[in-house]
């Protein structure tokens, strides 16, 4: 079955580091996003992309944050100038036809620790 | 705005008991709800989904949830659990006029005991 990968599982950052994650959604999806999970806190909606635009962001994806599609197969989230309270686990997702007619396919998530 | 709470931070139970996992939600309006699953260093796992019809909704691995629209509740249920069953489950709501993003409640670990 198809995945979602993430790359990679693990990143360690300093400080006003600029870092960048990388996701490959699945092949025949058109709507992508981000979620992030602090650790013992909920798993948070960040950002939603489609036809190479953001559809919705949350007050958390600030101006630190951007999102871009690079290609026919990536989708990355940058933060431009990492903090401490960024440490947390990032999911990519992705769906086919929107929330009301297909899931989110999640990846595996990569691990951001900024030190 | 809509929100979801899960009462259960971690529930314990033996092998073959049942079990269910409590999520109550609060919106204005109608929505979809999901449950999630995320084992140890894997993502999260659609479990199962109500979006209209039938209260009763049937997912993977022999779980199942029903929507209460009067208690705004959507627990999910197992008749029998088994070892592999542990992991954390996840609730979550989209309203349907925004069908683009999911809020999570807080989470359920489910600890299976032999």
């Known amino acids: 079955e198809p995945e979602v990968t993430q790359t990679p599982s693990h990143q360690v950052t300093q400080m006003g580091q600029e870092v960048i994650l990388r996701c490959v959604p699945i092949?025949?999806?058109?709507?992508f996003y981000w979620y992030r999970q602090i650790l013992g806190q909920k798993v948070e909606f960040l950002v939603s992309?489609?036809?190479?635009?953001?559809?919705?962001k949350s007050e958390i994806f600030d101006d630190q944050f951007s999102v871009e599609r690079p290609d026919g197969s990536n989708f990355t989230l940058k933060i431009r100038s990492t903090k401490l309270e960024d440490s947390a686990m990032y999911f990519c997702a992705s769906s086919n036809q929107g929330l009301k007619n297909s899931p989110l396919h999640f990846g595996n998530g990569t691990r951001l620790t900024v030190t | 705005a809509q929100s979801v709470t899960q009462l259960d931070s971690q529930v314990p139970v033996f092998e073959e008991a049942p079990v269910e996992l409590r999520c109550n939600y609060s919106?204005?309006?109608?929505?979809?709800l999901f449950w999630y699953v995320q084992y140890p260093n894997q993502g999260l796992q659609l479990l199962l989904k109500y979006l209209s019809g039938s209260t009763l909704v049937k997912g993977i691995n022999g779980f199942e949830a029903e929507f209460n629209k009067s208690q705004t509740s959507f627990h999910l249920r197992k008749p029998s659990v088994h070892i592999s069953d542990t992991a954390e489950y996840f609730c979550?709501?989209?309203?349907?006029?925004?069908?683009?993003?999911?809020?999570f409640g807080s989470g359920t670990q489910l600890t299976v005991l032999p």
């Open positions: 992309f489609y036809n190479n635009e953001i559809s919705e």
């Open positions: 919106s204005s309006v109608s929505v979809y």
């Open positions: 979550a709501v989209s309203e349907s006029g925004s069908a683009r993003q999911l809020t």
């Open positions: 092949s025949n999806h058109l709507y």
